[in-house]
């Protein structure tokens, strides 16, 4: 089984942007990064729903 785990550090730049990371357990190194920028978004849930993938 493969598991993908996702890892966030808040408030780390003066921009506003919230560092993501990607890791799986086949991996030892990082997969993906991504940097989100929320600040200003009135929206419940905000976070959840600008990392949900839609098809």
Known sequence: MTEVL??????????GYELYCVFT????LPLSYLL???RGV??????????????
């Open 6 to 15: 996702i890892d966030s550090a808040f408030g780390t730049n003066k921009h």
């Open 36 to 38: 989100l920028g929320t």
């Open 42 to 55: 009135q929206e419940v849930g905000k976070r959840g729903t600008r990392l949900t993938v839609r098809g």
């Open 25 to 28: 357990d086949l991996v030892s």
